[in-house]
């Protein structure tokens, strides 16, 4: 077990820049999420993904956010015209397909917007 | 809908104090599953237990013991003989067995003071 991966751990963008992190899951686990996490609250669920497909997305994820998984292992999330509001930690998950099984988190990708 | 209440948001200890968090959860699903995190400082969050709604038993880790009653949809956690390593940031979550979507309470900020 590698763990989960995520790159990059910071970045930096100005209002308006598109902004890409990566999410490398553990390799046997065919379902991969992404949460965001603003400073004094719980992680908020934003999509997921079991193997390419993505099952689930959540109201918080508008329409400059997009987040693909094209081979059913690594996953990209793109946020486009970055806003202030973005500003968050991103952070990536994975877990097997099998109820209730539970997640394993990356360290997680800290996003500022200037 | 689903949804985790943590009401403590920050709770300060001496080390070797027992101290216990609370977690409320709602759900009108009779098959789920809960869990508690670990957040410390580096960020990277820690899985620390998992119960599904038919195991009411109450679980011992070493210091960490835990406390889940259906008839009033808690599951809290203590710690006894708190360590300053034990200061972090404490989340309780819940899934369905058939959805993927886990909702994080908003977390408990523990201090443990030497």
């Known amino acids: 077990d590698t763990g989960v991966s995520q790159n990059p751990r910071h970045k930096i963008t100005k209002r308006g820049q598109n902004v890409t992190f990566r999410c490398d899951p553990i390799s046997e686990h065919n379902r991969l999420y992404w949460y965001r996490q603003t400073l004094g609250q719980g992680p908020e669920f934003l999509t997921y993904f079991q193997n390419e497909a993505q099952l689930e997305k959540s109201r918080l994820l508008s329409d400059r956010f997009s987040a693909e998984r094209p081979k059913g292992s690594f996953s990209t999330l793109e946020i486009q015209r970055t806003e202030q509001g973005d500003s968050a930690m991103y952070l990536c998950?994975?877990?097997?397909?099998?109820?209730?099984?539970?997640?394993?988190f990356g360290s997680g990708t800290q996003l500022s917007v200037l | 809908a689903q949804k985790v209440t943590q009401a403590q948001t920050e709770i300060s200890v001496v080390e070797k104090e027992d101290v216990t968090l609370d977690c409320v959860y709602e759900?009108?699903?009779?098959?789920?599953?809960l869990f508690w995190y670990k957040q410390p400082p580096s960020g990277e969050l820690v899985f620390l237990i998992r119960?599904?709604?038919?195991?009411?038993q109450n679980e011992i880790s070493g210091r960490y013991s835990w406390n889940f009653q259906k008839s009033t949809s808690s599951f809290n956690f203590t710690i006894t003989a708190s360590q300053v390593v034990d200061s972090a940031v404490y989340f309780c979550a819940l899934t369905l067995s058939y959805g993927q979507n886990f909702v994080f309470g908003p977390g408990t900020r523990l201090s443990v003071l030497p």
């Open positions: 998950a994975s877990n097997r397909t099998q109820g209730g099984e539970k997640l394993f």
């Open positions: 759900t009108r699903d009779t098959t789920y599953y």
């Open positions: 119960r599904n709604s038919f195991d009411e």
